[in-house]
């Protein structure tokens, strides 16, 4: 009885207080209403100011992730029409005290994310203008482009650029971080293509950044310019098509017994003094056949030009026991959409319960990715809520990358031959531990990756889990560079939700 009592005695006391600060809160949506529907704004009548209660069907549209895990949440989303209404909101967010994410493609999934509480969603998919310039070899996307939106217009140009592996990502955002993908062993990374931004930042300013003017910031947003501001505009240099834009698919799925077998050929080409081919890129997904109870991988592997070289070239691939294979010569225009037996609308799928810890590696050997399967497997078996758990193992030749200098961007990961993704996806309560194994996990390939500092472990932003230390995202050497960038362009750390940076540093 006295323990009944002492729990009434308690929920008296807190009422008051739960009652304010649902009070408290109903009163900042409704101000927070008020200041985006204040008519003085001005803001282009083709902007959408959406609520979750008044306009689901739009509010919707503005806040759709990809991933639903440790997701930022909101109390209004606005999809600006103009350059212009993106620094409104953004200098009525510094007046009035809220905060926002401004997103493209909406693809992030770093832990920092679930920080934002209660904002407001800076949608830019409206500010989605593709212009190609074929003389001057220059493409310029909005905000909201994302990849997939770029292959028609280039190609009926008769000009590619390099791109990550998935069509959904937006453009800038994955330039900001840098940009990893198959053609980096021709072009470099998505952010060497940049020629210059247009970004508003925290004080609601528009600012030119190029090689020209501003450089240090424009060193900056190519690895870390989440952390500096919100590019809305970037001109790129594209390309003529490589080889008449003509590639190989070639897409396989493995039982999980040839592993030694194919992580063998993988080492042969991405070990110590060795280097894939430019033209070569392969991609490897490590998972668990739910049907057959039994684990399986699958490998993606393009070649850039025909189809008779490509099978010449990769000869001892194709001597490897299949379950299924298909090889498919495409056009660059259709490489995305085709490769992965054309899974890319599956990969893309929004609303997954799904994160992603990365981790890179300067070397590939054979046992370690051997070891790597071995332990998925016993996570499979010990962990049957979330046996749609993946490991991506991305192999891309670097020598166009690291024919740039390691200065010439925030970039600090330039000698990484393979990204891999332990992409953990849970449907029930084992989360939290299977997380803790899948830490353990990323440790042991650390330990291995040829990257001495910090544990070994290296991680390119966009695929960073945000747990990581600063030096294992950043790189040590970059980080007074970009604190100082950080303190003049975003002192208050308003952009703080994708793996923040000090204001100074050490």
């Known amino acids: 009885m006295r323990s009944q009592s002492l729990l009434v005695q308690a929920m008296l006391w807190l009422a008051p207080i739960l009652v304010d600060a649902g009070v408290t809160m109903q009163h900042r949506r409704a101000d927070l209403r008020a200041v985006l529907t204040d008519p003085y704004l001005n803001l282009d009548p083709g902007t959408i100011i959406s609520f979750p209660d008044s306009n689901p069907d739009e509010y919707f549209k503005a806040t759709e992730r990809w991933s639903i895990y440790q997701a930022p949440t909101y109390t209004a989303a606005v999809t600006p029409a103009t350059e212009e209404d993106v620094a409104t909101i953004i200098r009525l967010s510094r007046q009035h005290g809220f905060d926002f994410l401004a997103t493209g493609g909406r693809h992030g999934y770093n832990k920092h994310l ?3 509480n209660e904002g407001v969603a800076l949608d830019l998919s409206a ?16 905000a909201g482009v994302v990849l997939r939106d770029l292959f028609g217009p280039l190609s009926d140009a008769g000009l590619q650029i390099q791109t990550g592996v998935c069509g959904c990502p937006g453009l800038i955002g994955v330039t900001v971080g840098s940009g990893v993908g198959r053609l980096q062993g021709i072009y470099g990374l998505v952010a060497d293509a940049l020629l210059s931004v247009r970004m508003i930042t925290a004080e609601g300013e528009m600012v030119e950044a190029s090689h020209e003017v501003n450089s240090e910031l424009f060193w900056g947003i190519r690895g870390a310019g989440a952390n500096l501001g919100v590019v809305v505009s970037a001109t790129y240099e594209v390309h003529p098509m490589y080889r008449g834009g003509q590639f190989t698919v070639l897409d396989f799925v493995f039982e999980g017994e040839h592993n030694k077998t194919y992580f063998d050929l993988l080492a042969s080409y991405m070990g110590p003094g060795q280097d894939l081919p430019a033209e070569i890129s392969a991609s490897t997904v490590l998972f668990w056949n739910v049907t057959h109870q039994t684990a399986q991988f699958m490998a993606n592997w393009v070649y850039a030009g ?18 299924t294979t298909r090889i498919v010569q495409v056009p660059w225009r259709d490489l995305t959409a085709t490769a992965v037996f054309g899974l890319d609308p599956l990969i893309c799928t929004p609303l997954r319960p799904i994160t992603i810890m990365g981790i890179n590696l300067r070397n590939v050997y054979s046992d370690v990715l051997q070891e790597l399967m071995d332990r998925m497997v016993v996570y499979w078996k010990m ?4 046996v749609l758990t993946t490991v991506s193992i991305e192999s891309f030749p670097n020598q166009a990358t690291m024919a740039y200098p390691d200065d010439h961007s925030a970039y600090p990961w330039r000698d990484a031959k393979t990204y891999i993704m332990l992409q953990p996806t849970f449907g029930g309560p084992s989360a939290p531990v299977a997380m803790a194994y899948l830490r353990g996990v990323r440790s042991q390939l650390a330990v291995a990756s040829d990257y001495e500092e910090y544990g070994g472990l290296s991680v390119y932003v966009n695929y960073s889990q945000g747990d990581e230390k600063l030096e294992q995202i950043y790189g040590a050497r970059n980080l007074p560079r970009l604190a100082a960038l950080k303190a003049k362009y975003d002192p208050d750390n308003v952009f703080r939700f994708n793996n923040p940076i000090p204001t100074s540093y050490p």
């Open 114 to 116: 679930d920080d934002l």
């Open 383 to 386: 962990f049957p809520d979330a």
């Open 127 to 142: 500010l989605n203008t593709i212009i190609v310039d074929r003389e001057a070899r220059q493409l310029t996307a909005g």
């Open 306 to 323: 025909p189809e008779e070289e490509a099978r010449e070239v990769l000869a001892k691939l194709l001597e490897i026991p299949a379950v």
